[in-house]
């Protein structure tokens, strides 16, 4: 019987039809994974091989004071950066970038070793550096327009308009409370690149929204805040004081006028200054007010009726015992009336006043002038001061705080409470921007006046602005503060402040 021979070319057909079939589902199933279900995935990472995007600093709007004199813009400057692939010499390249810019050799050598089509050399330059460096005509070096924040004059508002980092980014002041309106949309540079990294392209890619950004005007006014400046400088220095203070604000509206903080600092050269530098004292720095304080008595015992301007109290020749502390007079007094008490400044006789109010009617009132609460006036960094409730005062603390001692103030807290007498007796908020612009110039948002409270009545405050008059009159301890041919109503104020080396307590004017 004969076998039947195996018909080995169908066999062969047989398992290359399975072969191919087994790859053609292989293969499909490989597409179905790349092209559906890993899609996304392989689309970003194809556009990170194909294109590189570098952020670029965004166009930042304008500061300007109330009559828009420019106080912080941007303007457009390069950064210089490198196509390491095409560096042909890397130790000349170091050498004569370094020769120019302040930048450490080694971190710049092992940047442009790395081979990569983008490295940052040094950004925002000056012109005078890019045409120093363009003149070397170095292979693989090459510039970007960025935007640069200048503040075109120096010193000038410095505390109060801040300044920004590299980045663009506000970190003090006005700068840094309104970052995010003032930086516009962010700026993206586009490189497309070949299979091999070979850059093919360059410029800035098309920007998908305009730019948003927004332009500050301020309440300040150049020449009162410059004028401002001047005087404060000239008092610390012709005082030997470690630093100071100044606000100038219209008090019927709450406007701040003039903010000034001493030691200054230039903001276009921020990094060169101590930190300590850059604080603006006027709303971050609490002090005890010392006798100014005694003007806010004088609104609340006058409000309440507790006192005449004509009633009389014995000043006890200069020396006050109350507890365990004696109070003191810079000047020995008998009996004074409580505008005499004002006008010389009497510690002892504020005293006296202080305990015919009591704690809690006298608390409610050193409440209603803004004191232990922020005035939110706008800007970072500001304090509250320190006013305890009554129920944690110390027997002597009513008659001490009605001289100005055991609370702390601000600046802004101060110059706002004593422009609440000036209006009429309303407490105003104040504020240091008056608008907000669009890219336009359009005005996108305003500010008005904003009446907190009324803390004491119209009639109250022409009274205490006519004991206050009295303190700057001949005799006075403001006499000396009273320019020519002016008519000052004011309060001179002393505090006493910790003498660190020998651990007592010094009188600090």
Same mark, same amino acid.
């Given at each position: 019987?004969?076998?039947?021979?195996?018909?080995?070319?169908?066999?062969?057909?047989?398992?290359?039809? =399975?072969?191919?079939?087994?790859?053609?589902?292989?293969?499909?199933?490989?597409? =179905?994974?790349?092209?559906?279900?890993?899609?996304?995935?392989?689309?970003?990472?194809?556009?990170?091989?194909?294109?590189?995007?570098?952020?670029?600093?965004?166009?930042?709007?304008?500061?300007?004071?109330? &009559?828009?004199?420019?106080?912080?813009?941007?303007?457009?400057?390069?950064?210089?950066?490198?196509?390491?692939?095409?560096?042909?010499?890397?130790?000349?390249?170091?050498?004569?970038?370094?020769?120019?810019?302040?930048?450490?050799?080694?971190?710049?050598?092992?940047?442009?070793?790395?081979?990569?089509? !983008?490295?940052?050399?040094? %950004?925002?330059?000056?012109?005078?550096?890019?045409?120093?460096?363009?003149? =070397?005509?170095?292979?693989?070096?090459?510039?970007?327009?960025?935007?640069?924040?200048?503040?075109?004059?120096?010193?000038?508002?410095?505390?109060?308009?801040?300044?920004?980092?590299?980045?663009?980014?506000?970190?003090?002041?006005?700068?840094?409370? @309104?970052?995010?309106?003032?930086?516009?949309?962010?700026?993206?540079?586009?490189?497309?690149?070949?299979?091999?990294?070979?850059?093919?392209?360059?410029?800035?890619?098309?920007? &998908?929204?305009?730019?948003?950004?927004?332009?500050?005007?301020?309440?300040?006014?150049?020449?009162?805040?410059?004028?401002?400046?001047? *005087?404060?400088?000239?008092?610390?220095?012709?005082?030997?004081?470690?630093?100071?203070?100044?606000?100038?604000?219209?008090?019927?509206?709450?406007?701040?006028?003039?903010?000034?903080?001493?030691?200054?600092?230039?903001?276009?050269?921020?990094?060169?200054?101590?930190? &300590?530098?850059?604080?603006?004292?006027?709303?971050?720095?609490?002090? *005890?007010?010392?006798?100014?304080?005694?003007?806010?008595?004088?609104?609340?015992?006058? *409000?309440?009726?507790?006192?005449?301007?004509?009633?009389?109290?014995?000043?006890?020749?200069?020396?006050?015992?109350?507890?365990?502390?004696?109070?003191?007079?810079?000047?020995?007094?008998?009996?004074?009336? !409580?505008?005499?008490?004002?006008? =010389?400044?009497?510690?002892?006789?504020?005293?006296?006043?202080?305990?015919?109010?009591?704690?809690? %009617?006298?608390?409610?009132?050193?409440?209603? !002038?803004?004191?232990? *609460?922020?005035?939110?006036?706008?800007?970072?960094?500001?304090?509250?001061?320190?006013?305890?409730?009554?129920?944690?005062?110390?027997?002597?603390?009513?008659?001490?705080?009605? !001289?100005?001692?055991?609370?702390?103030?601000? /600046?802004?807290?101060?110059?706002?409470?004593?422009?609440?007498?000036?209006?009429?007796?309303?407490?105003?908020?104040? @504020?240091?921007?008056?608008?907000?612009?669009?890219?336009?110039?359009?005005?996108?948002?305003?500010?008005?006046?904003?009446?907190?409270?009324?803390?004491?009545?119209?009639?109250?405050?022409?009274?205490?602005?006519?004991?206050?008059? /009295?303190?700057?009159?001949?005799?006075?301890? /403001?006499?000396?503060?009273?320019?020519?041919? @002016?008519?000052?109503?004011?309060?001179?104020?002393?505090?006493?402040?910790?003498?660190?080396?020998?651990?007592?307590?010094?009188?600090?004017?």
């Amino acid at each position: 019987m004969k076998r039947k021979s195996i018909n080995w070319f169908k066999v062969r057909i047989i398992f290359l039809s =399975f072969l191919l079939s087994v790859c053609f589902v292989l293969i499909a199933g490989r597409m =179905f994974q790349l092209q559906v279900l890993k899609k996304e995935q392989l689309y970003q990472l194809a556009a990170q091989q194909h294109h590189i995007q570098i952020p670029l600093v965004p166009k930042r709007g304008a500061v300007c004071d109330s &009559k828009n004199n420019e106080l912080a813009v941007s303007i457009e400057v390069d950064s210089v950066y490198a196509d390491a692939r095409k560096v042909e010499n890397v130790e000349k390249t170091v050498n004569k970038l370094a020769s120019i810019l302040q930048i450490d050799r080694e971190e710049l050598k092992q940047k442009l070793k790395s081979r990569r089509s !983008f490295e940052w050399v040094q %950004r925002k330059i000056s012109s005078k550096e890019t045409e120093q460096i363009k003149a =070397f005509q170095l292979s693989g070096i090459h510039f970007l327009k960025e935007n640069r924040r200048f503040y075109p004059n120096s010193k000038l508002a410095a505390h109060l308009v801040g300044f920004v980092g590299l980045d663009s980014k506000g970190l003090e002041g006005i700068e840094y409370q @309104y970052d995010a309106l003032l930086n516009g949309a962010n700026h993206v540079m586009t490189t497309d690149r070949d299979a091999l990294g070979r850059g093919i392209v360059m410029g800035r890619g098309p920007f &998908k929204k305009e730019d948003s950004y927004r332009n500050i005007v301020l309440t300040i006014d150049k020449s009162i805040q410059h004028i401002t400046e001047t *005087e404060l400088g000239r008092g610390v220095e012709k005082w030997g004081a470690k630093g100071g203070m100044a606000i100038a604000m219209d008090p019927m509206t709450g406007k701040v006028l003039a903010m000034a903080s001493y030691p200054t600092f230039n903001p276009n050269q921020f990094i060169q200054y101590r930190s &300590k530098n850059w604080r603006n004292r006027a709303i971050s720095d609490i002090f *005890e007010p010392g006798s100014l304080f005694k003007t806010f008595l004088a609104a609340a015992a006058l *409000e309440e009726q507790v006192v005449r301007p004509s009633d009389s109290f014995f000043c006890e020749n200069g020396f006050y015992t109350v507890y365990d502390r004696t109070i003191h007079d810079n000047s020995k007094h008998g009996w004074l009336t !409580f505008q005499q008490i004002i006008k =010389f400044s009497s510690n002892i006789g504020a005293s006296k006043v202080g305990e015919k109010m009591g704690k809690e %009617r006298y608390y409610r009132y050193i409440s209603a !002038f803004g004191f232990g *609460e922020k005035t939110r006036v706008g800007l970072p960094g500001e304090g509250k001061g320190i006013v305890r409730h009554p129920r944690y005062w110390p027997p002597v603390a009513l008659d001490t705080i009605s !001289f100005g001692q055991g609370v702390s103030v601000t /600046g802004i807290q101060l110059v706002t409470a004593l422009s609440a007498i000036a209006s009429g007796g309303s407490l105003m908020k104040p @504020y240091v921007v008056e608008k907000i612009l669009n890219e336009k110039g359009e005005v996108v948002q305003s500010f008005q006046p904003e009446v907190v409270r009324k803390v004491i009545s119209e009639e109250t405050a022409k009274k205490v602005t006519a004991l206050l008059k /009295g303190t700057t009159e001949k005799g006075g301890t /403001g006499e000396g503060a009273v320019p020519e041919g @002016y008519e000052i109503a004011g309060k001179t104020g002393t505090a006493q402040k910790v003498d660190s080396l020998l651990g007592g307590s010094e009188k600090e004017g």
